[in-house]
């Protein structure tokens, strides 16, 4: 029995009929074509919680509503080895920046001014808005600071 769409939300968890265990890590990308990325473990509660390739191919939204079976409690879980539960590598920052005042709504090489809230970025550091729950988590990679400026590629987590 699939999902309706409007079910679908961060940092929830999920069960399919063969009784795997998705969280929602994120969903993102444009209104008529948003992709979920999840952690995900069999049907063994005890198993470890992985990636089932939705780093690099994350389904459609559609698609993941159309696999689950039903809403659940998040078991408390470990993520994959690296990883911290909300997806990022373990030890980075994540920075919470407006993205009215910093543009970065698309991947690929973005600059910013250096200011207090940008000049710790680094590799690996996630970038989001919190003021859009439901917006794409960017990975930040190649950070380099040239005089005022800070660059970096940004890739959709």
């Known amino acids: 029995m699939a999902l309706p769409i409007s079910d679908i939300v961060i940092g929830q968890c999920y069960r399919t009929a063969a ?8 969903i993102f990308g444009a209104d008529n074509a948003k992709r979920v990325r999840y952690y995900s473990r069999g049907g063994n ?19 993941f509503a159309e696999a689950l079976d039903k809403k659940i ?25 407006d993205r009215t005042k910093y543009p ?17 970025i ?9 003021r859009h729950p439901n917006d794409t988590i960017w990975i930040v990679s190649s950070a380099e600071t040239n005089g005022n400026v800070i660059q970096m590629e940004l890739q959709p987590l």
């Open 45 to 63: 509660v005890d198993g470890a919680w992985g990636w089932p390739g939705t780093k690099a191919n994350p389904p459609t939204l559609e698609a």
């Open 104 to 120: 970065y709504s698309k991947d690929g090489r973005v600059t910013f001014s250096v200011t207090s809230e940008t000049a710790s």
């Open 19 to 26: 009784g795997q265990e998705r969280r929602v890590l994120n």
């Open 122 to 130: 680094v590799d690996g550091d996630a970038i989001f808005d919190g």
């Open 73 to 97: 409690d998040c078991p408390v879980a470990a993520p994959p080895p690296g990883f911290d539960i909300q997806g990022l590598r373990t030890g980075k920052k994540r920075h919470d920046l």
